[in-house]
């Protein structure tokens, strides 16, 4: 599966740097990679929570969590025609206080054809995100 890894050191205990992970709502806000967000259920992410995500140069997404580990990981999924997009967010204890990785993969029969037609973009995306996260929550 095609797919990339970003991990970030943050001056922020893992708590502060999870709330900031799990604050979908307020990531238009926080990350310039993310338009707007409409959570579709009420609630904290769980699993089967899902939010409608707008983000510059992409088509608006329905991503549904498909693992949650409170305080630590969320995985969630984002299904079009031919390919599936997982994207993992994962806050851990590290010296400098906590560190996160963002990973995204895709698969399914188009995966590769789109994977090439986006790669950059998703590395500049994920670059970002995990920039916009750090100050957030080092902010905080």
Known sequence: MPGLRRSVAIAAPPG?????VVEVERWPERIPTVDAVERLDAGPLAVGSRT?????RLPTAVWTVTELVDGSSYTWESKSPGVTVTAAH??????DGSRLTLSVSVSGPLSRVGWLMTRSLTKQYVETEATSIKSAAEAA
């Open 16 to 20: 502060r740097v999870w709330a900031v």
């Open 52 to 56: 409608r995500l707008q983000q510059p």
């Open 90 to 95: 994962v806050v851990e204890p590290h010296p």
